[in-house]
């Protein structure tokens, strides 16, 4: 890699590590200021590799989703989901028609016809509608991600392990110890991984190789 490459995605996970070590000690102050950073370091290292620029744009995307998701208002939940949705249509454009398996997309519908299902009658009734159709949104990318191989396929699964996460949270389900920790651990997971699986599938293992 370039030395602005390894400068910048050095810079990517030691924000990652601040953001989920506040998280852990629940240090408030250090999520609110690295949960921001962690996007636009990681697109901006794309960029230095080469990044289709439908892959920026789903980056800073997400971006826009994190920084309103800052917010516990009800208004700020949906304009972060609208930002994350857009995202999704990103990365959808640009698996494009790569061909995926028929059996994976059956598992993933059934996922989703599940969660739905169950987490229905616990959620806001605002909230309903939005989230049952940006889950089929997300789950349609998560599906798709898997026509870049198996690095994007695992990204796009954590993609929607995490988001889910926060439904069960917002349905006001049991949640694990610190779930703020493992929402943005399998959120940063992801992320990085299509970032990865994308660069690989475009321009081969050689460039993507950290």
Known sequence: MTTPSRTLFGAFLLAAVVDLASLL???????????????????????????????TAALLLGWGGDVFLLSDADWAFLVGMGSFAAGHVCYLVLFGRRRTSPALGALYAAALLTTVVLLWPDLPAGLRIPVAGYSLLLTAMAYRSSALGPLAGLGGALFLL???????????????????????L?????????????????????????
Do not use: C, N
């Open 162 to 184: 995490s988001d889910t996460l926060i439904a069960t949270g917002v349905a006001e389900w049991p949640q694990l110890p610190a779930p703020d920790f493992w929402v943005m």
């Open 186 to 210: 399998t959120y940063i997971a992801a992320q990085y991984l299509l970032t990865a699986g994308t660069l690989r599938a475009m321009y081969g293992e050689r460039r993507t190789t950290v």
């Open 25 to 55: 000690a629940g240090a408030d102050l250090g999520h609110q200021i690295a949960k921001p950073l962690l996007m636009p370091l990681l697109a901006a290292y794309a960029v230095t590799r080469g990044a289709p620029k439908l892959l």
